[in-house]
């Protein structure tokens, strides 16, 4: 069987590349050369663990190769998957398909009968439909069949993701197009990987309304994190035990700066902006928006009160992807923070493991430092944003001493009491309150 797999980003690489070590043939198109060319001479184009490994043997064997010529690949292909982008519109928040509807209409004019067509995009619901009609009006007569097959890939442990999901779900038409899936992803159905087939309306909404559910639970806990606050609570305690309650789970319980990512943002603000448009109002998830754009902003604030209080002229920023082990950028809510202390009058030290030259594109006048301990040096305050593992065994004794303040805000809660005991930091923590030791362990400034 060959696989056209179009769009090599996070998802579409990671797709094509585990496709082909599933055994099948599989040619990656990009309309961006520069990409295309990179991968061609083995080189991987995003950081993902595990990801060069399976690329290189892939590559090697002959089953997997990269190509800017989507017609031909198409024209070749069993199975053609779309992973191109469906960013958020300016304005409205709406999921923008003019890259899906440019996908689609070079695939039509290029497949060949009985293909079977794969939205693995997320996309908003009714959209395979249309994609379906608008293929079927540009060939009338040919047969061919339209899958929705949304994916649940986690940046970092993508890979792993792919290979070991908790189910696989795709949207059908027809029985061709529920067979074929079945065959592409039959060495995880040998695994006992749960299938769901379903039409092609529901494949859409369950995707949206996952990731919805997980950023609102992520949302929930950085709210029940303030009332910890407040109150002299611990979120962290708190998050374990309701998460003890099988209906409720301990995933995705940990507070933080608010969700970033090039997902979770654009995915709730679309399935805002569809309950809208439908006269269905998804105001749980409005909300969440609006709640997650405001903890960004409140997480600066407390950074700029503490300068004024301090008289600290200098932040550093340690970790600017917006989760670790990847080197993405989007919507992390560094991105937001790190302008706000600027405009706040405070100078910027930053450091990231893997996404500096990404965040050099965007951010501006921040001071990019080669380590962690180098960003800190002479800093009167030093903000953990990212939870890097690097980070966790930083000497928070040796941390004190390089600064010129004392201000430490974790804002991923990694840091415990005996790692702060002796070192003099004033620690500021989300969700969590008590002072230990002789340093001072706060959580509201
Ligand atoms: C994916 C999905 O497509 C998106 O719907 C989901 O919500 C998140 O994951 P991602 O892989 O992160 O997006 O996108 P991106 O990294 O922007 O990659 C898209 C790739 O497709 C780019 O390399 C781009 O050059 C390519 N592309 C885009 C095409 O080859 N053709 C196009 O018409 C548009
Ligand atoms: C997400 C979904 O998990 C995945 O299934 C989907 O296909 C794509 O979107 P991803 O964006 O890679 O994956 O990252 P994820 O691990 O879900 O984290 C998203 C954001 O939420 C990050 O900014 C992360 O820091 C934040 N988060 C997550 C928290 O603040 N607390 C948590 O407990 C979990």
């Known amino acids: 069987m060959k696989i056209a797999m179009i769009g090599t980003g996070y998802v579409g690489l990671v797709s ?17 050369p520069a990409i295309v060319k990179r991968l061609q001479a083995g080189e991987v184009t995003i950081f993902e663990p595990g990801l060069d490994e399976l690329l290189a043997r892939n590559a090697r064997d002959g089953r997997l190769t990269f190509t800017t010529e989507l017609a031909e690949t198409v024209a070749e292909a069993d199975v053609i998957f ?29 497949m060949k009968p009985n293909a079977v067509v794969v939205i693995k995009s997320t996309v908003v619901v009714g959209t395979n439909a249309d994609v379906r009609d608008r293929i079927a009006k540009a060939r009338p007569g040919v047969p061919f069949s339209m899958v929705s097959n949304p994916e649940f890939l986690r940046e970092g442990s993508a890979v792993e993701d792919f290979l070991r999901p908790d189910r696989v779900v795709v949207g059908v038409h027809d029985d061709a197009g529920a067979a074929a899936m079945k065959r592409v ?10 299938m769901i087939v379903t039409t092609l309306e529901n494949a859409e909404i369950i995707k ?8 609102m639970k992520v949302t929930f806990i950085n709210e029940v994190a303030d009332l910890c606050e407040k109150s002299g609570g611990n979120v962290q305690d708190v998050a ?5 309650d099988n209906r409720i789970g301990s995933k995705f319980l940990h507070a933080g700066p608010g969700f970033g990512g090039s997902c979770f943002p654009k995915d709730t603000r679309a399935y805002a902006a569809t309950g809208r448009k439908m006269n269905a109002p998804q105001t749980l998830i409005e909300q969440v928006v609006t709640v997650n754009e405001q903890r960004k902003r409140s997480m600066a ?12 002229k200098s932040v550093a920023v340690l970790g600017i992807a917006f989760k670790p082990n990847t080197d993405d950028i989007r919507e992390s809510p560094a991105l937001d923070i790190v302008p ?35 960003a800190i040096e002479g800093a009167g305050i030093t903000v953990l944003l990212t939870e890097w593992n690097a980070y966790r065994s930083l000497n928070l004794k040796t941390v004190s001493q390089l600064m010129s303040g004392n201000i430490l805000f974790d804002l991923r809660n990694v840091f415990n009491e005996q790692e702060l005991e002796g070192s003099g930091l004033e620690y500021y923590s989300v969700g969590r309150p008590l002072s230990c030791g002789r340093s001072r ?4 400034p």
């Open 82 to 110: 779309v992973a191109v982008g469906t960013p958020s519109r300016r304005g409205d928040g709406e999921a923008d398909l003019q890259y899906i509807h440019a996908a689609a209409d070079e695939i039509a004019a290029a």
């Open 301 to 312: 604030e407390r950074i700029v009160q503490a300068a004024k209080r301090s008289g600290a």
């Open 340 to 374: 706000a202390l600027q405009s706040a009058g405070l100078a910027v030290r930053a450091h990231d493991p893997e996404a500096r030259s990404a965040a050099e594109q965007v951010l501006t006048g921040v001071t990019w430092c080669k380590s962690a301990y180098d």
């Open 185 to 194: 992803y039959r060495p995880l159905y040998l695994r006992e990987t749960p």
């Open 240 to 244: 374990r035990a309701i998460g003890m």
């Open 208 to 215: 949206y309304a996952a990731n919805a559910f997980l950023a």
């Open 441 to 444: 362990v706060k959580s509201d």
């Open 16 to 32: 094509g590349v585990c496709f082909a070590e599933f055994g099948f043939t599989v040619a990656c198109v990009d309309k961006n």
